[in-house]
């Protein structure tokens, strides 16, 4: 399996920008389905959004459709999540997560996930 680890959250405003890394070991990412999931406090695991092994495909969760983008760098076997007009329900834990399915949105189709990275966002 790719071992993940999340780096860039913290505390900001509403409105204001964030970006999300992930750096993927282990196997290359070119592989693999990647996303990101979180986490409110009391509430279930959500998807946020997904990108294809090509980056041609990618899906977001309405929530968050317009306002984050999610990308990918095979080369450097990484991927990003660019947070803009941040709220403060987007408040959570944020995953990196890889499937090994050629395409996917599913929770449970995720084999791989970070430990999570806490983005706080203040009213």
Partial sequence: QVQLVESGGGLVQAGASLRLSCAASGRS??????????QAPGKEREFVTAISRSGNNVYYADS?????????DNTKNTVSLQMNSLKFE??????CVASGMPWTTVLSAFQSWGQGIQVTVSS
């Fill in 29 to 38: 990412i070119s592989s693999y389905t990647m996303g990101w999931f979180r």
């Fill in 64 to 72: 968050v459709k317009g306002r984050f983008t999610i990308s990918r």
């Fill in 90 to 95: 987007d408040t959570a834990v944020y995953y």
